[in-house]
């Protein structure tokens, strides 16, 4: 089996390493549009060896942001600004990838260091849609999506990956996980339609496979697509493990490469089973049942932990978030405990053991 830190080919795109760093919102956009902070943020990671360095949740349209201080692209001028951050990105090593997102009826939100709660009206709130009206906790109740407004939402991802592309992003992720929109038709604890968009687990995909049939149509042949899922509510009558690998296999039909395994965010106060790469089975088992690669997340921090995941085949890729931000050069540390030697940049080669 391929270890951490040999090359993983998809499509036509070859990752250094199968070290991703995961999107994590940083709230630090104006309009959307990225800035230093993100380029010296994201810069770092690709500097510090990781084979993919992928862009937070970037919403396909204004309401769809978590907050108003998230990452867009819905205009052009995004799409530049962005494009100076891909360059460099590729200038040391990195694949660059960007997830696109809706966030639903988890819209309209302060940022976490403001306490996260649902904007008022004076702060600029705005109308939630979700699937149904159900709301997430003591959110405000969202507005029912109609079906135009969901084909016109599959049109927005659809123009957001054609942005992507011209700000020149080697893959595309699509995020139907942590309670957002897609994730929302998914699961029957936030979908109560009975209409081709509810009810059935045939009729809750129709809208996320749309969007990722979508986008797979404007993003080139050689390029990768992923989705993020949540591969368990961890609630019962929720969507299931199960559900996710047969959700999996209708992602591989549409064109989708790898399947991003994380869990939960619909509804609150769930309790996880929280522990080393407790999600690593929910990978593990959507990629023996239905062959499409994975990439799993969740408390991986140690290098040989990492390297196990892949070597015993449980995953194909690990994706890590707060061991990123604790430290920016995690894979370059983590091949000189696993005996690696890897390539430095040449400006901290005399850093170099």
């Given at each position: 089996?391929?270890?951490?830190?040999?090359?993983?080919?998809?499509?036509?795109?070859?990752f250094r390493n199968r070290i991703f760093v995961s999107p994590m919102c940083q709230y630090s956009s104006r309009d959307g549009t990225p800035n230093d902070w993100h380029l010296v943020h994201l810069g770092s990671r690709a500097v510090g060896g990781a084979g993919l360095v992928m862009v937070?949740?970037?919403?396909?349209?204004?309401?769809?942001?978590?907050?108003?201080?998230?990452?867009?692209?819905?205009?052009?001028?995004?799409?530049?600004?962005f494009r100076r951050i891909v360059d460099f990105l590729r200038e040391n090593g990195a694949i660059a990838g960007i997830q696109l997102a809706h966030a639903g009826r988890k819209a309209s939100t302060r940022p976490p260091w403001e306490g996260g709660a649902p904007l008022s009206a004076s702060e600029g709130a705005w109308e939630t849609v979700a699937p149904s009206a159900v709301a997430f906790g003591r959110y405000p109740s969202p507005r029912a999506l109609t079906g135009p407004e969901i084909d016109r939402i599959v049109g927005d991802f659809a123009a957001s990956a054609e942005l992507a592309l011209s700000a020149g992003f080697d893959v595309l992720e699509l995020h139907m996980a942590h309670g957002y929109l897609l994730h929302e038709f998914l699961s029957p604890l936030s979908n109560r339609r009975d209409d081709a968009w509810g009810g059935s687990f045939e009729n809750r995909i129709r809208f996320p496979l749309r969007v990722a049939a979508a986008a797979r149509a404007v993003w080139p042949e050689g390029r990768p697509v992923l989705v993020r899922i949540s591969a368990t509510d961890w609630v019962e009558e929720g969507?299931?493990?199960?559900?996710?690998?047969?959700f999996a296999r209708e992602l591989g039909r549409a064109g989708v490469d790898l399947i991003d395994c994380s869990s939960g965010g619909i509804v609150p106060g769930v309790k996880i089973p929280l522990e080393p790469g407790y999600q690593v089975p929910l990978a593990a088992r959507v990629r023996r049942e239905t062959g499409i690669a994975t990439a799993a997340v969740g408390l991986i921090t140690e290098p040989a932990q990492a390297q196990l995941i892949v070597a015993s085949g449980e995953a194909d890729a690990v994706l890590l978030a707060r061991a990123e931000l604790r430290d920016p050069y995690w894979p370059l540390h983590a091949a000189r405990a696993l005996g690696v030697d890897v390539p430095w940049p040449n400006q901290y080669l005399r850093a170099k053991d």
């Open positions: 089996m391929p270890g951490l830190f040999d090359p993983l080919v998809i499509r036509e795109t070859m937070e949740a970037t919403a396909v349209s204004p309401a769809g942001r978590i907050t108003p201080a998230d990452s867009g692209l819905w205009s052009s001028g995004q799409a530049a600004a969507w299931t493990a199960e559900d996710s690998v047969r």
